[in-house]
């Protein structure tokens, strides 16, 4: 019985050291399943009516993040309520909210973000 308690609290402590490490901007996220990226691009549509989550690096310049799957990418703006910070080089994205299509083709209007950085040990 000892065994699993430990376990337990292992990843409790690894829980809780991981979300340190990340920073969140706009609103907390429900930790959607994630949807690739490429499909979104390819056809953003069905993404339109209801909140999704894309992730992965960020591929977009400073203040001007984007995710990018292959060929396609994927520009993030903010809903209006919260702002980006001004470096995100480096930096794994996790985002939630809806895709929208503009003239030069898909957007993710997020409504939350969160930034998880590579951290010195």
């Known amino acids: 019985m000892g065994l699993p308690r430990s376990l337990a609290t292992l990843a409790l402590v690894f829980a809780a050291s ?3 490490a990340a ?3 706009g609103k907390p996220l429900r ?3 994630p949807v690739a990226v490429r499909d979104v691009v390819k056809d953003p549509a069905p993404y339109a009516a209801k909140a999704i989550r894309v992730e992965g690096l ?3 310049a400073a203040g001007s993040p984007a995710l990018k799957d292959g060929d396609a990418v994927l520009p993030i703006v903010s809903d209006g309520s919260f702002k980006f910070p001004a470096n995100l080089a480096g930096g794994f994205l996790a985002a939630e ?3 929208r299509t503009d ?7 997020a409504t939350g973000l969160e930034v998880r950085r590579e951290t010195a040990r």
């Not at 003239?103 to 209007?109: D, E, H, L, R």
């Open 18 to 20: 991981s979300a340190q």
């Open 23 to 25: 920073d969140l901007y």
């Open 31 to 33: 930790g959607l399943s």
């Open 58 to 60: 960020n591929a977009g």
């Open 97 to 99: 909210g809806r895709a």
């Open 103 to 109: 003239g030069s083709g898909a957007v993710f209007v």
